[in-house]
Structure formats: structure tokens, C-alpha cells
């Protein structure tokens, strides 16, 4: 009954004499009325060409985002019978390198798949195509302004274009373990934390230890890869009024409320004595082992999915006592984290007929809405309106809590060197949280090595 | 003395080896063991199934087989080209002979990270990037290779070639029937090493392929490990199966292979 | 009679040409051709896209003022210096063990050997987990009395776990080249030293060491290129970290050209990198020859 419910989302969209009265049936909008117009607006797909056209599009490999973008893909060929479309999924980081390489060497994909994060480099060096929102479904710039994070609007616009289109966008969360949070007497919806310091004052509460070993740590920070590092710094930065770069163009890092921003980050360890860095089981593909293994009671992280949960924890995903809380926040009004999220890009090499195409075969893979939250729930779609409150949607669990987190949160930085950066922020952190450097004098020279960074992309 | 010293030779050797046999008895736990932390050599439960389980969640067996067609290739060119440089530089003499040598061994001193890019452009170029020609070509002839038959082929008293020359022979018959049969140690040191180097090879693969038919195994085992879910016992397990026809090759070989060793780095 | 001779030689002197000319060719295509266009590289902002810029000296001014560079540059130093050190002491130690008159001694050997078969992945793989705070080289260390080490994310013993790797790795296959050297060594050199009353240390430093001088400067060059080169091993065991620590040039390298996308600033720091080896191993060339007088 699901899928036919599922089929008839994709034949709605498809279907141009659809009424709005059948739309909002099918979608059982309460309120999302107004929000539903802008889509309804401009259905009409783009004047795909006729003849044979062949694409390249590289997919950054997920495994709940990749096997469900290829079965849109197989359902759009079906209809465009004279498209063909070579469809190649790598992990993340070889996206970004084969993308550079291709680029190069004039074999660029016509369109392909990466984080919000790199849009500056591509745009920096006008790689990208900018985007035709009425071919993606939308009437006017505000209609799909209106209807994706505001965080993102921003970050993805450029001279007032638009250079990649949403699929999924998310922030961070506080993953707390509702059972250790009893055991040590807290309740897990009033004493969670909302400021920095009551994070410290929770987490040294759930602290075990055993002599200089942790048997339990309160919180943790991810501290695997760069990408996270930032991640986790940024919303702490910009809570603390600071900035990664100031009007100028030079980083701003060190100032006085980066140090404090830093000195937050270092406080659970340092201050606390709640978290072990270098005693961690996380990896690569689970950022979250130790969370999940129960051998520390929060993880700042983005949404995990419960099949993730299952597979180390099937106690804690079948009984549920966990649950994502808000970022802790400088101000308690204010908790926020950082979103960021996955997108799609065309390359500005491709030739007009293949950007119409991609256009036309985007908005037809997202078009169905319900269908990509069910395949890759808990990230959540990046567009706002016509899905949430759809009866298979509203009732997953915690789902408020992650829009809230998607909505409120704020921007990572933007940078042409954002690779070159994260390194150094990471490296950065590393000094201070694992080898106990002074604050101040690392993020001097983390900053001035940002700077570098930067000054040696426009040596052109 | 011999019994004697068995003993802490013994220990000596186990402990050395102790990875390895943490790497095996790891293949075969579940999954929660890694993560205990505390080491059961001996698993209490055995878990044979991370074999077939690694095996199927990535295509590992086109892996390793496009490892082991990269391998044997570069092996075989290894040994063809090597050879023949390498009696060209013993036994033969022309202007800059000498310097010829100096250069191939200096680029002994070029990591592959300083020709990536170049060579890169240069495959691509070629047309040859996803192709079984383009991840060998480039790593297909070592100049430690090229070294090594000629110290060996140096040795080989000149005395012989004199003679089949003088009987009428052919200058790559003198190779084929003379050289050849006396170079066996040296080839089999050759053939293993081009061989077990290759199938290492991570970076040159790294940049060179970008479909998933010509993925090796080494390129495989790091996506698996970046995976959703990959469990550490299962990355044990393919390293296991990884480690067998190195293995294979270094058993069948292994008797020239001492032999081998000696004339490398002594003078002359 | 002359005239033949010149043919005979002109015609032996084309075969050696002959013999050599597709290894020069390859080598031409694939090493020199592309080390020329990273050196011209070097002086240019390449970002793979563009076309390459010529901007003169500023990568190699920009990246000796570049403190993540220096700090490459001394960890490479660092550990092209200590871990050759390290593995050649090593080495020879295996070998001397082995090569007493042990029962089994083979099966030993040829044990430990499986240290360098193993695939380098594996071994990155295996000694990530074995290095971790609770691993099993400090389950070995505690009962000695150490306490927890935190190796991989400690900046002073970063290094020197993957030095250890190293060791591991490496030093069995040259235990192997010592044994050939130590075989050669015929006993009637040690029968005739032990009639004129020299002991096993004197043996050692009088007779062993200088027999085995030529293989040792063979170890130490030729472990100096692989320590040069190597990669995986901070790649993967601790992803140059912490804080850098590990980051050795050619990691440095590697990121600066592929994650950053700064090809001329990354073909700056190769050539730095291959100067380093060719004044090391001409160092070192200098110094056996020096022995060699003696």
C-alpha cells in the first residue's frame, strides 16, 4: 500500500494535469499549502533534447544515497529513452581529486555530486554552471529561497546565481545516552546541556574512571578527520562572536573569541577531565563507535542512522534510550551547529543541451521527496516543504529535533582553500587537545598558515 | 649450542611475528572483538563467515584479480626488460656506459610523488587511464631490477660469451642459452620482488583509476575501510586473503631466492 | 684484420645499445620526461586547470617560510636519518642470531620474512590497531611496568611508532642480505683469528664487520630510498598526525597536490625532497669510499 502511495508521489510530479487539490491530498499538507505552490508553480519540465545525449555523472558514494540516486536514475532513463547516462560513484575524497584531474585534463563529468563546503573552489575558478531554477521545478529565486535552509541559500549563491541544488542537508547534534544519563541521576530532556559549561559539568557526572583509564567518557568530539574538526569548531567560534575570516579577508582565528571559542573545545578535557582523546575505537566509517559502544555517554555528530545504531548496539536502537539534542550553545537561547549538506553540481564544461538534461534529471530525482527520506532517512532533504509532515515521515523518531538543527544552523566558513584549511584547523586542534599546546601561540600560526593558504591560491 | 639457542631464538622470532598472528586470529572474531580491546588469541567463537561476508560486500574478487594481472605483468616486464638491460651494462661496452648506469640507478631517487601529475597527464594523454596498460606501464621496468642483473650477469665469467661467439652464436642466443640458465637465483629475486612491489602499489592505482573494473585490491581494502559499516575483522580477513599469493609466489621461488641475495651488494 | 675487429666491436657495441635502449626509453617517457616537467613545474601555480603560471622562485621562498613545511622537512630528516639507523642495527642483529649453528634457524628465518610479504596495506592496518592506547603493544608494555603510552597521538612517540613499523617491515629482508654476507665469510678467517685468541667481540668488530662493510653501505643507501619514499605507513597509521608530527615530504607532497590542488607548490617540495636523497647518498658514497681506503 506504501509503495503505491510512493508511486503515485513520482506520477503526480510527472503528471502536469494534476490539480492542487489532488496534490495536497496525496501529501496530506497541513499548512504547507503556501509552500506547496512554489512547486506546483512551474512543473514543467525542461524541453529535454530529442536526440541521443550521453552524460557523465559522478556520485559521491553513500551507501543509503548512492543505491537510491541510481534508481531514480534507471526510472528517468526509462522515460528518456534516448539518454544515456554514465553514472560512476566514488568515496568522497576521490570525488574531489578525479573532479580536479578531469577538469585538467577536459574529462570532467557533466555534472556530479559534493559537499557545500567546496562550492568556492569550484565557483572561484568557474567550473561550475550556474543553475536554472525554473528548469528545476521552481518559479522565481525567492520560490526556492524560500523553500531550502536559509544557511544554505546563502552559502550557495554567488553574484546572485545559484550553483548547486540541495538534496540533503543536516547540522549537528548532541547524541546523549538517555540510560546513562538515569544512571547517574540526570533527566535527559531538563538537565541536558545547554551551555558549554554545563556540558563540562554533565559529562565529568558521567565520567567513570579507573585510574588514568576511562571507562566511561562524558562527551567526545570526533577527532578523525579534518572535515569534523571544523564541523565542530565553527558553531563554537561564531557563538562566541568571533570569525574565521574578518572583513578583509584575513583570517580572524586568534582573536580573542577564537582563543575563548578554542578553550571551550579543549575545556571537557582539559577543564572536565571528562574526555580521552586519544583513547577512541572510532573509524572512518563510525565516527560514533565509541557512542554507540557505549563508551561515552554524548557524541556532537551529525544524524545517525538507526540502522547504524543497530548494527553495533541492537539493545540501544531496539529500546531506544538514546536521543539528539540541540547543540550546546554559548547563549542558551542560542544552540546552534553547524549544517552543511550533499549537492549537485554541473560542470560549466558541459554543453547547453547536457546542462538541460541534468536540470531536468535533477528535479526528477528529487522529486519525490518522500521516497529519498525513506531511503536515507535520518539525512534529511534539504528542501523544507512536502514531506515533513507526511503520515510516513512525521512519526520517526526525533525527527523535530533534526529539522531544528537543519534550520537553525549556521554556515561553514567558505573558503577557496577550504581542504588546505580544515588540515589546518585540524592540525591546530590536534596540538592543543592532544599534546596540551598553548592556545593562543597555535592559533597564530594556524591563522597565518590559513593566510598562506590563501594567498597562495590567487598567485595566478 | 644447538638446542641452546633454540629457545630465545624462538621468542625472538614469535614476537616479531605476533602481528601477524593477531591479524590471522582477528579475521576469524566477530566483529565486537576488535573493539574489546584486550586480545583473545584464540577466538571462542570462530567467525569463518568474514571471508566469504568481506568477499561479497565489495568486489573483491575483480580486485584481486585486476591486482594479479597488474602483477604478473610487471613482473614479466621486470624480468624481460631488466634482463636485457642489465647483460647490456655488464657485458657490453659503449660511450656512456657508464653515465647510462648513473642515470637509471638515479631514478631510484624519484618518488613517485614527484612524477604523479606528469605521469599522469602523460596516461591520459596516451588514452590509456582505466586500462590494464596504463597502471602497469608506468611501473613497469624498476632500475633496482636493472641493477641487480647486472651485478649478477657480471659474475658470469666473459669467458663463456667469448667462446659461443667464436662458435657463431648470436648475441640474444648468448643471452637465451648461456646467460639465462646461469641467472636463475637473480631472476627468481627479480621476479618476486617486481611482483610483491606491485601488488603493494597504492598511489600510481590510486590516481590512475577511477571505474571500478580496474580497481586493485589495495585501492578496494581503503574504500572498504571508509565504508558504512565495515567492521575491522572483515578488513583482517581481506588482508589475510591479500597476503596469500604473495606468499605463493615467494613458496615457489624461495630456493633461488638465498642465493639471489649475495651478489647484490657485494663490489664488483 | 683491424677493419674486422672495428666491425666486431662496432657491431657488439650496437647490441649492448640494443640491449639497453628500451629501458632508456621507458625511462625517458616515465621518470626523466616527467621529472623535468615537475621541475619547470616547480616554478609555476598549477592548480590542474588552469594553465600553469610561471611565478619564479615564490613556491620555494614561500615554502621555506611556511611552518608546516619546516616541520615536514625535519620529520622527514628525522626519520630518514634514524629509521636506515635503526633497521641496519636491526637487521644485522637478526642475521647474527640466525646464523649461529641453531636447529631451525631456517624455519626462523624464513618466518620472519613474512614481515615483508605481507601486503604494506595489511601491515598499515594491523599496527594502527596494535598502536592504540589500550593495543596490544601496551598490554605487552604493561606488565614490564610502563604505563598506558599513548603512541599514535603522543607527538613524541608518533615518530617513533612508525619507526617501529618500519623496522618491522623491513629489517627481515635485510636480515637476509646480512646472512648472505655472513655466509660468505669463510670459516677458515674466524678458525685462524680464534687460534690467535681473539674473542667473540674482537671477532665481530675486526673481522665481521669490516668483511660485511660493502653489504652494510648497501643496506643503509638502499633503506635510506625506501625510508625517502615512504608514504603509507603515516598515511594510514596516523594520517601525519598528531599536529604534523608525522607528516613526513612525501605526505606533504601527495596533499598539497591532490587535496589542495597546488601542483607547482607540491613539485617545490618533490624537488627539495629529491635533493635531500642525492646529498644523502652522495654522503654516503663519500664515506665508504673512505672506509674503503682503509
Sequence with gaps: MRKSKKMDKSSVFEDKKVTRRSFLRGIGALGLGVAASPMMGKLASAAVPKGP?????????????????????????????????????????????????GFATGTAPDGFTTIDFFIPSFTSRGLIAPLDVQQLGYSSLKAFSDDHPAA?????????????????????????????????????????????????????????????????????????????????????????????????????????????????????IRQYAAEDPADTVATHPLPMMDWLRERCSMFYSHPIPPAAIRSQNPIMEAEGYYMPVQSPGVDPNKRYASCYGVISVISATASRDKQEVLHDLLRFMYSDVIDAWGATKPFLPARKSGWADHPD??????????????????????????????????????????TNANIKATLDTAAEEIDRATEDFYKK | ???????????????????????????????????????????????????????????????????????????????????????????????????????????????????????????????????????????????????????????????????????????????????????????ATLAIFAFRDSWDQFIWPLVAVSADEYRTFPLGLVRFSEDFANPPNEQMAIAVLATIPVVLVFWILQRSLRTGFTLTGLKG | ??????????????????????????????????????????????????????IGLYNYSSIFQDPTFIQSLENT???????????????????????????????????????????????????????????????????????????????????????????????????????????AIPNEIYEAAAIDGSTGTSRFWYITLPLIAPIMFFIIVVSSLLCARIFLFPYIITGGGPGGATRVLSLLIYETGFFYMKMGRAAAVSVVLFVIVMVLTIIQMRAFAKTEEH
Excluded at chain 1, 66 to 91: C, G
Excluded at chain 2, 142 to 150: K, N
Excluded at chain 2, 176 to 187: D, H, M, S
Excluded at chain 3, 121 to 147: D, E, K, S
Aim: charged fraction near 15%; include cysteine.
Design chain 1, 53 to 101: 545525449l550521453k552524460l557523465t555523472y559522478w556520485d559521491s558514494e553513500n551507501p543509503q544515497m548512492t543505491p537510491w540516486r541510481k534508481k531514480r536514475l534507471a526510472m528517468y532513463l526509462e522515460k528518456h529513452k534516448n539518454i544515456t547516462v554514465d553514472f560512476q560513484s566514488f568515496p568522497f575524497t576521490d570525488v574531489g581529486k578525479k573532479v580536479s584531474v
Design chain 3, 77 to 183: 630528516l628525522l626519520y630518514i636519518v634514524v629509521a636506515p639507523a635503526a633497521i641496519t642495527v636491526v637487521s644485522l642483529g637478526l642475521a647474527m642470531a640466525i646464523n649461529t649453528k641453531v636447529r631451525g634457524a631456517r624455519i626462523f628465518m624464513s618466518s620472519m620474512f613474512l614481515t615483508n610479504i605481507l601486503p604494506i596495506l595489511a601491515c598499515c592496518l594491523i599496527w594502527r590497531f596494535l598502536f592504540h592506547p589500550h593495543g596490544l603493544v601496551n598490554q605487552l608494555l604493561n606488565p614490564l611496568g610502563f604505563g598506558r603510552i599513548d603512541w599514535l597521538t603522543n607527538q613524541y612517540t608518533a615518530m617513533p611508532a612508525i619507526i617501529i613499523v618500519t623496522v618491522w617491515r623491513f629489517a627481515p629482508y635485510f636480515m637476509l642480505v646480512f646472512l648472505a654476507g655472513l655466509l
Design chain 1, 152 to 268: 544554505f541559500v546563502a552559502g550557495a549563491m554567488k553574484d546572485g546565481k545559484l550553483y548547486a541544488y540541495p538534496q540533503w542537508w543536516y547540522g549537528f547534534l548532541n547524541y546523549i545516552n538517555t540510560k546513562q544519563f538515569k544512571e547517574v541521576g540526570l533527566d535527559p530532556v531538563r538537565d541536558q546541556p545547554q551551555t558549554w559549561e554545563q556540558l563540562g559539568e554533565v559529562a565529568k557526572k558521567l565520567t567513570i574512571k579507573q585510574g588514568d583509564k576511562f571507562i566511561r567518557q562524558g562527551f567526545k568530539f570526533a577527532m578523525h578527520a579534518a572535515a569534523w574538526t571544523v564541523i565542530q569548531f565553527n558553531p563554537i567560534l561564531i557563538q562566541c562572536g568571533g570569525a574565521w575570516f574578518d572583513k578583509n579577508g584575513k583570517c580572524s582565528i586568534n582573536s580573542e573569541a577564537g582563543v575563548r571559542a578554542m578553550t571551550i573545545r579543549a575545556s571537557i
Design chain 2, 1 to 187: 649450542m644447538e638446542w641452546v639457542g633454540m629457545l630465545p631464538l624462538a621468542a625472538l622470532t614469535f614476537l616479531i611475528v605476533l602481528p601477524i598472528i593477531w591479524m590471522i586470529s582477528t579475521s576469524f572474531q566477530a566483529s565486537e572483538k576488535a573493539y574489546q580491546l584486550t586480545t583473545e588469541w584464540i577466538p571462542s567463537v570462530w567467525h569463518p563467515e568474514n571471508y566469504p561476508n568481506a568477499l561479497t560486500r565489495w568486489p573483491f574478487p575483480r580486485y584481486f584479480l585486476n591486482s594479479a594481472i597488474i602483477s604478473v605483468s610487471v613482473m614479466l616486464g621486470n624480468l624481460i626488460f631488466c634482463t636485457l638491460a642489465g647483460y647490456g651494462l655488464a657485458k657490453y661496452r659503449f660511450p656512456g656506459d657508464k653515465i647510462l648506469l648513473l642515470l637509471i640507478l638515479s631514478t631510484l631517487m624519484l618518488p613517485m610523488e614527484v612524477t604523479l601529475v606528469p605521469t599522469f597527464l602523460l596516461i591520459h594523454k596516451l588514452g590509456w587511464l582505466n586500462s590494464y596498460k596504463g597502471i602497469a606501464g608506468p611501473i613497469l621496468i624498476d632500475a633496482f631490477g636493472v641493477f641487480l642483473m647486472r651485478q649478477f650477469i657480471m659474475r658470469i665469467p666473459s669467458e663463456y660469451i667469448e667462446a659461443a661467439r667464436i662458435d657463431g652464436a648470436g648475441e640474444f642466443g648468448i643471452l637465451w642459452r648461456i646467460i639465462l640458465p646461469q641467472c636463475k637465483p637473480a631472476l
Design chain 1, 393 to 434: 515521515v512525521k512519526n520517526f523518531p526525533h525527527l523535530q529535533e533534526l529539522i531544528k538543527s537543519r534550520d537553525n544552523g549556521v554556515l561553514l566558513p567558505r573558503s577557496v582553500v577550504y581542504a588546505e584549511m580544515t588540515d589546518i584547523m585540524h592540525r591546530a586542534v590536534q596540538k592543543v587537545v592532544l
Design chain 3, 1 to 54: 684484420m683491424i677493419k674486422w675487429q672495428i666491425n666486431y666491436r662496432l657491431r657488439l657495441m650496437l647490441w649492448g645499445i640494443l640491449f639497453i635502449s628500451p629501458t632508456i626509453c621507458f625511462f625517458i617517457i616515465f621518470k626523466y620526461g616527467p621529472m623535468l616537467w615537475a621541475m619547470w613545474l616547480s616554478f609555476t601555480a598549477y592548480d590542474m586547470v588552469s594553465t600553469p603560471k610561471f
